[in-house]
């Protein structure tokens, strides 16, 4: 049972563009969200992240939302530039800051 | 380097081998992470150190893995008689502790059991 989902495994948008990837949820005790972005042969570095009792936050062209009721989070990319492609792993944190995270989406922007 | 490294970068064995996977942790972290990604699949939790102690090994898929960490820094995974469905990368990541939750990743070791 996943608990974290990315349902868009790809995602392809044009430079200068917003790319927005998306992220469910299930468990409604994850209390702190990240992004993580991975490139071939590297491991996860971490991007940007929202605890639960805010619904946005910001980090230069980087925004995460989080809506608790629908149990989702989104990442806004504004403008999107060619070194933003990647795949992209949203994860929650569990007690003990062990991570679940989501399949990732592989975003591709073209220049 | 001041990042977290892992040994081997890559690992071919035959099934029914055993392998040891290392990982050096950032200087200070006190936690540590292991999670493996199969292919086409997210990252799957396997234990976290706080120290030198596991105080969560619920990730470790059966009793072939094991894993352990010493002097507060380096840590091996250890799977026995591997099986091609262990195929996959290994990643390790540390933190400086429950206090702060950014996870700081290695490269990871690609796993291959023929």
């Known amino acids: 049972d996943q608990q974290v989902k990315q349902n868009s495994p790809s995602l392809s948008v044009q430079e200068g563009r917003i790319s927005i990837l998306n992220c469910d949820y299930t468990n409604s005790m994850f209390d702190y969200f990240l992004w993580y972005k991975k490139y071939p042969a590297e491991g996860p570095t971490f991007l940007i992240s929202?605890?639960?009792?805010?619904d946005k936050n910001e980090d230069g062209r980087f925004t995460v939302f989080l809506n608790k009721s629908a149990k989702h989070l989104s990442l806004h990319i504004v403008p999107s530039q060619p070194g933003d492609s990647a795949v992209y792993f949203c994860a929650a944190e569990e007690y003990g800051n062990k991570l679940v995270f989501g399949a990732g989406t592989i975003l591709r922007v073209k220049s | 380097g001041a990042g977290v490294s892992q040994s081997p970068s890559n690992k071919v064995t035959e099934k029914g081998k055993d392998v040891e996977l290392r990982c050096d942790p950032i200087s200070g972290h006190t936690a540590l992470y292991w999670y493996r990604q199969r292919l086409g699949q997210g990252l799957e939790f396997l234990i976290y150190?706080?120290?030198?102690?596991?105080?969560?090994k619920s990730g470790l898929p059966s009793d072939r893995f094991s894993a352990e960490r010493t002097g507060e820094s380096v840590s091996t995974l250890t799977i026995q008689r591997t099986q091609q469905e262990d195929s996959a990368v290994y990643l390790c990541?540390?933190?400086?502790?429950?206090?702060?939750?950014?996870?700081?990743f290695g490269p990871g070791t690609r796993l291959t059991v023929l």
């Open positions: 990541a540390s933190s400086k502790g429950r206090a702060d939750n950014e996870q700081f």
């Open positions: 929202i605890s639960s009792i805010k």
């Open positions: 150190f706080q120290g030198n102690s596991a105080p969560d």
